[in-house]
């Protein structure tokens, strides 16, 4: 390299990110495509039998199910790539070459990292954005056309919608969208200073408010009592139908700001669904981290040449990847059940192969 010149990335950087993300994205457009054939084999009974579109259902349901495969199966394919690439390179003694030239092991690092950050952002825009949004377009596909609309005989719903509010539903019809005999209290301290009563409630999704039918307004102060009546009123209540529907709460379906809200939400009631969806909130932002640490242990096992050459090599990765997939899942498991805070169930997983990233750094060739 001449003087005054220093490139960030070089011809060999490139060379090896364009075969990274080119290994990575045919492995992951292939099981995207095997695990939505079998999808549709197992659904498509249902399917025929309900008319579903073959426009809906490819642009509906199976176009915005590939990114949440994508999502799912990210790591393991990423990290299978990143070897694949590795033990490529060292077969034809190229990695041997660069270090032989004076480049060192983690100058050589810098374009596999590069695109492992590359991914992880992408996975962080698709998990945190656009996934939940094409969630909903699924489901609701899937709601009408995949086996029977779910009805929901829950009744004697309470919700805390504020701090000094409390709502009641006594039955709600999750197919219309409408509660029965509503209820809501409004407290100052110990005091009950107004309640709200109606036959049904609708929720307008345009809005974002409820509409009450044949309501009574109830207020209540400390000398008088006052009382009005009507046939329909809108009215915020801060709860969405899936506060009255809780068979039917879909995490997945959550942005990243709609998330924090419903935490928000959830905690002030006291929720027991609050460590799952902590647990939702943490996945999405630390998972990305794992592509760096996998791809780190993926450079470090398979630059050096060993008997079995890539076969070894891949068997390994594989087996280091479903290591690292099943303690996630036994840690979240802790977390689910409250026995370990919902942080450290998610980042516990990342910190040991973090370590072991490190450890394997050191021992590289240098």
């Not at 990110?17 to 492995?27: N, R, W």
């Not at 099981?31 to 579903?52: E, G, T």
């Not at 990210?74 to 030239?101: K, M, N, P, Q």
């Amino acid at each position: 390299m001449k003087k005054g010149k220093s490139y960030f990335l070089n011809r060999l950087d490139w060379y090896i990110i364009k075969k990274v993300l080119s290994s990575f994205l045919v492995s992951i457009l292939l099981i995207d495509l095997i695990i939505i054939i079998m999808d549709l084999s197992f659904k498509l009974d249902d399917f025929i039998d309900k008319h579903a579109p073959v426009k809906g259902l490819i642009f509906d349901y199976y176009l915005n199910l590939a990114p949440y495969f994508t999502n799912q199966f990210g790591h393991l394919f990423f990290f299978i790539s990143i070897v694949f690439v590795t033990s490529r390179l060292t077969a034809r003694s190229e990695i041997v070459s660069v270090l032989a030239a004076g480049i060192s092991f983690q100058r050589l690092l810098r374009p596999f990292i590069v695109s492992a950050v590359f991914v992880g952002i992408i996975m962080l825009y698709l998990s945190n954005f656009l996934i939940p949004q094409l969630n909903v377009t699924r489901y609701e596909f899937e709601r009408i056309y995949y086996r029977n609309r779910y009805v929901n005989v829950q009744d004697n719903i309470h919700v805390q919608n504020a701090a000094d509010k409390q709502a009641y539903i006594k039955t709600y019809d999750a197919e219309n969208g409408v509660g029965y005999l509503f209820t809501q209290e409004v407290f100052k301290g110990n005091e009950l200073v107004e309640k709200i009563t109606a036959q049904s409630v609708k929720y307008d999704s345009m809005t974002k408010d409820w509409v009450l039918f044949d309501y009574t307004i109830r207020t209540v102060n400390a000398k008088n009592e006052s009382l009005q009546r009507g046939s329909s009123m809108r009215l915020d209540l801060g709860l969405t139908p899936l506060d009255f529907n809780m068979k039917l709460f879909k995490v997945d379906v959550l942005d990243f700001f709609q998330l924090n809200k419903t935490i928000e939400r959830e905690t002030m009631k006291g929720s027991s669904k609050v460590p799952e969806l902590l647990i939702e909130k943490y996945q999405r932002l630390f998972n990305p981290f794992a592509y760096i640490i996998l791809t780190i242990i993926g450079v470090t096992l398979s630059c050096k040449k060993k008997r079995g050459g890539m076969g070894a090599n891949l068997a390994l990765a594989i087996g280091l990847a479903f290591v690292l997939i099943l303690m996630m899942k036994v840690m979240i498991a802790s977390a689910t059940n409250g026995n370990l805070s919902p942080v450290l169930g998610v980042s516990i997983p990342l910190i040991i192969f973090s370590v072991v990233a490190f450890i394997l750094i050191k021992k590289a060739p240098k």
